[in-house]
């Protein structure tokens, strides 16, 4: 299951269309941070809208991606955590750290907007 | 724990563990069953992440195994059990694995302990060199 990840002007954005395994959540990192050089994106989106779970594997997953696209100079925002999915994440003891999360593309897209005009010189 | 519920009226599951994608099969198998048994919500997705988490280390720390799936009937309460079981390696210290944040994987070491908080009932049961046996429950609210 390849996730589609689609350029946004400066921003990419990963649609998780079905369940992942193990794999293809490191296949999503390794392209994610491969595209953030290719097209020097200043901003991540990935969509969890889809995933019914969120295990300790894809928390550490997608915290390693917002953290490594960090070092290349993007922030990631997390979008789409079910209500079921977050309950199950606090009672597991998941915690995303410092990754910034929405409820939706459109708000991540506006936070991720903020994120970087508030990282811009003399912003 | 398992002998007191009485069997599935749907009878069992089984779904061998070897590959990545066996994760997610059985974690899918297991939300079904557990949709038949009556049980709804975040109660699905709870327990579709604690057989994950029992799969993948399956996977990660005997290489394969198996995840048995049963429906369960007490006292006129239904629910679901999954059994996690291999024969690899075995825990040594099953206290010390059942901490957070204890691996030897370098990875978070919430599976176990977190399994056990998303369950209604968790057994673990080893001995080393023989494999690890987790059973675990869900039922009915
Ligand atoms: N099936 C198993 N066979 C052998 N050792 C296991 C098994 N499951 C868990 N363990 C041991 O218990 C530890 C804790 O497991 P867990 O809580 O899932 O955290 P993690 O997988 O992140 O290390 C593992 O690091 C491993 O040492
Ligand atoms: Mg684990």
Redesign the pocket.
């Known amino acids: 299951m390849v996730v589609p990840i689609l350029k946004q002007s400066d921003v990419l954005i990963a649609s998780i269309q079905a369940a992942l395994t193990d794999a293809d959540l490191l296949q999503l990192r390794d392209d994610l941070l491969a595209k953030v050089g290719q097209y020097r994106s200043r901003g991540v989106v990935i969509d969890v809208t889809a995933l019914d779970v969120m295990d300790?594997?894809a928390t550490r997953t997608l915290r390693s991606i917002a953290e490594a696209a960090r070092l290349r100079g993007a922030r990631t925002v997390i979008v789409g955590i079910q209500p079921e999915v977050a309950i199950t994440m606090v009672q597991l003891g998941l915690v995303l750290g410092a990754v910034s999360t929405a409820l939706d593309l459109e708000e991540g897209l506006e936070l991720l907007g903020a994120l970087n005009r508030k990282d811009a010189p003399g912003g | 724990m398992v002998d007191e519920a009485r069997e599935g009226l749907e009878g069992e599951l089984l779904v061998p563990i070897e590959r990545d994608p066996d994760v997610v099969t059985a974690r899918q198998k297991g939300r079904e069953m557990a949709v038949e048994a009556g049980l709804s919500g975040s109660d699905l997705t709870l327990i579709a992440t604690a057989i994950s988490?029992?799969a993948?280390?399956?996977l990660?720390?005997?290489g394969h195994?198996e995840i048995i799936l049963r429906q369960l009937e007490r006292n006129g309460r239904r629910g679901v059990c999954v059994i996690?079981r291999?024969e690899?390696?075995?825990?040594q210290d099953?206290p010390?694995?059942?901490?957070?944040g204890?691996?030897?994987?370098?990875?978070?070491?919430?599976?176990?302990?977190?399994?056990k908080r998303l369950m209604d009932d968790f057994e673990?049961v080893?001995e080393v060199g023989k494999?690890?046996t987790?059973t675990m429950m869900k039922w009915r609210r």
């Open positions: 300790s594997f | 988490e029992v993948r280390n399956i990660v720390y005997a195994g996690a291999d690899g390696p075995g825990i099953i010390l694995a059942m901490q957070d204890y691996s030897t994987g370098r990875s978070l070491g919430l599976g176990l302990p977190g399994a673990i080893s494999g690890v987790v």
